[in-house]
């Protein structure tokens, strides 16, 4: 596809509901990201994928929180019984290559993010 | 850990320049991204820099110097579109070299 593209691009939760958020990389991009991004602030690392493997999920904030990429293309961002700090813009993110000490780093494309907000 | 500071906001002229500052303290360093983030929008590329001097690209230039953890973006001849967020990224070996942001630089453009 042209870009990345998520879904929904708004969610409205009730407290203790799950949600499932949804990411489209661009076409063929190896690395997979997710962040959260709360308001005024920069966006902050949740997890990473290289294909349908997923190498770092250090920035997850709960056991709440869990993503896949089962075929190595698109990602799902899953939230259980969400709560009220849970609400945030969620952004995906693709790079071509996989990273690591071989290899410089890449320009990461963003999704537009999905903006979740929990009542 | 990672630590990246940058002004919250900053006021500027329609076309002037304005030089936005990131200072960070990280280890593993692999590069630095500069995004401009319009309200509402996805964070898109401005420019990267790895090795130390500066980059130009159009409008927008970007300086390093890794030796004192610094880095800022310039904007020439500013323009009202301008006006948005610009958020300072490092990036970090490992973990597919994920980016570590400062909080974001508010730029507002005026007549």
């Known amino acids: 596809g042209a870009g990345v593209s998520q879904s929904p691009r708004y969610k409205v939760a009730k407290r203790g509901q799950d949600v499932a958020l949804r990411c489209d990389p661009i076409?063929?991009?190896?690395?997979l990201f997710w962040y959260q991004q709360a308001l005024g602030q920069g966006p902050e690392f949740l997890t990473y994928?290289?294909?349908?493997?997923?190498?770092?999920k250090s920035g997850l904030p709960s056991d709440r929180f869990f993503a896949e990429r089962p075929e190595g293309s698109v990602s799902t961002l899953k939230i259980q019984r969400t709560q009220q700090e849970d609400s945030a813009v969620y952004l995906c993110?693709?790079?071509?290559?996989?990273?690591?000490?071989?290899?410089?780093?890449?320009?990461?494309?963003f999704g537009p993010g999905t903006r979740l907000l929990v009542l | 850990g990672q630590n990246i500071d940058q002004p919250t906001e900053m006021t500027a002229t329609e076309g002037a320049i304005v030089q936005i500052n990131c200072t960070y303290q990280?280890?593993?360093?692999?590069?630095l991204f500069w995004y401009q983030q319009h309200a509402g929008e996805a964070p898109t590329f401005l420019s990267y820099?790895?090795l130390d001097g500066l980059e130009e690209k159009g409008r927008f230039s970007s300086f390093l110097s890794r030796s004192k953890g610094y880095s800022y973006l310039l904007l020439k001849e500013l323009q009202m579109k301008d006006s948005a967020s610009y958020l300072c990224a490092v990036s970090t070996w490992g973990g597919g070299n994920k980016l570590t942001f400062g909080t974001g630089t508010q730029l507002k453009v005026e007549l």
């Open positions: 993110a693709s790079s071509r290559h996989g990273g690591g000490r071989a290899r410089l780093t890449e320009t990461q494309y």
């Open positions: 820099n790895v």
């Open positions: 994928f290289q294909n349908e493997a997923q190498l770092d």
């Open positions: 990280t280890s593993g360093f692999n590069g």
């Open positions: 076409s063929g991009h190896v690395s």
